[in-house]
């Protein structure tokens, strides 16, 4: 896919650029707790100043449902955007009409507003012509920075692109590289590594991935729907053996596309989940009472999958192998994450992975930093791998 990006916009100087954004961020007591939204956001807000451009950023906060809640105002991040941004921020306490136009108009070129919450207004949601007209008054050029959102078809996503010169931020582009490299146009063999709890919930993502990968591992409690459609006994673990046919019919779809299944061949199992629970480690197939419960991969499944990645190119991982935030359930997820981040670091491996689980899992590893990419978009991301179009990616493309 290609998609136009600021290296295509021409000169900005003296231009209005409206930058969507996500500064969906943490918040307590009216405090920003954690700022990563705030800073990935940088390069792009940096590059307009830099260009001679107006920035002014719309973003939404939490779920306001189109209505104008106080305590769901963008005005609190003000405060950390200029520290980390080193020059001053306005605030508008509109996103559209008189407000934003008299804050925008008092910029000089390279000043920076931030404008109220976009979900204060129902048309945002509804994707309402008239609303992103409203929104596109207020600038020359659009930009679209928030691939979290971009799944989306709102008027600030979609919508607006479709009424301005609309362009790709840097966050969205090296985004839409990571995601182009993982699955796009990918460097064969391509691993890709799917865990969490349910077979139902990661559905149409396991059947796009069938027919796209050449090897997929599969972990979690989704492992053990897969191993109870087999045959296997799993005692009183975390299942859905309603999902068994489709199970089935996922694996003989893989079979069929020559994608190779890799299924746990032993697990870690425990009565109760609880930090530094008592575990053992039995073979997959051996006889499991009602209270064991399947909770990690074992070190056999955990050593085939080291060798897949060493044989793989490209990975593509979403969800843990186990209850990684529950020790020593966490030991398949940890060791599989440090591999494949020692072999991104070499070089030998692109690395790209997404998700919230996800990647608390490799924070909690510790090699976050050392994989290729990690995407913090959450939804967006999991409809990018169940091969669905997100519509404010669309309205980038390059015609």
Known sequence: ????????????????ALVRVDFNVPMEAGKVTEDTRLRVALPTINKLRDAG???????????PKGQRVPSMSLQPVVDDLEQLLGAPVRFANDCV??????????????????????????????NDPAFAKQLAEL?????????????????????????????????????????????????????GIVGGAKVSTK????????????????????????????GVDIGGSLAEKDM?????????????KGCELLLPVDVVVATEVKPGAA????????????????????PETVARLIAAMDASKTLIWNGPLGVFEVPPFDAATVAAAKHAAELAKAGALV???????TVAALHHAGVADDMTFVSTAGGAFLEWMEGKPLPGVEALQAQ
Do not use: W
């Not at 896919?1 to 231009?15: E, N, Q, V, Y």
């Not at 407000?99 to 931030?114: E, F, Q, Y």
């Not at 068994?244 to 069929?256: G, V």
């Not at 690395?351 to 689980?357: H, T």
């Open 1 to 16: 896919m290609t998609f136009r990006t600021l290296d295509d916009a021409g000169s900005l100087a003296g231009k209005t």
């Open 53 to 63: 451009a107006k920035v002014a950023l719309l973003a939404h906060f939490d779920r």
């Open 97 to 126: 009409g008189e407000d934003a136009k008299a804050a925008i108009a008092d910029l000089d070129a390279g000043g920076v507003v931030l404008l109220e919450n976009v979900r204060f207004h129902a048309g945002e949601e509804k």
């Open 139 to 191: 600038a020359d050029v659009y930009v679209n920075d928030a691939f979290s959102a971009a799944h989306r078809a709102h008027a600030s996503t979609e919508g607006l692109a479709r009424l301005l010169p609309a362009y790709a931020g840097e966050s969205m582009r090296r985004e839409l590289d990571a995601l182009d490299k993982a699955l796009g146009n990918p460097v064969k063999p391509v691993i």
């Open 203 to 230: 559905l149409d993502l396991l059947q796009n991935l069938v027919a796209k990968l050449d090897r997929l591992a599969i972990g979690g409690g989704m492992a053990n729907t897969f191993l109870y459609a087999q």
């Open 244 to 256: 068994a046919d489709t199970a089935r019919a996922i694996m003989e779809t893989a079979k069929a």
């Open 279 to 298: 575990t053992r480690t039995v073979k997959a197939g051996e006889a499991l009472s009602a209270d064991d419960k399947i909770l990690d991969a074992g």
């Open 351 to 357: 690395a790209v992975a997404g998700g919230g689980d």
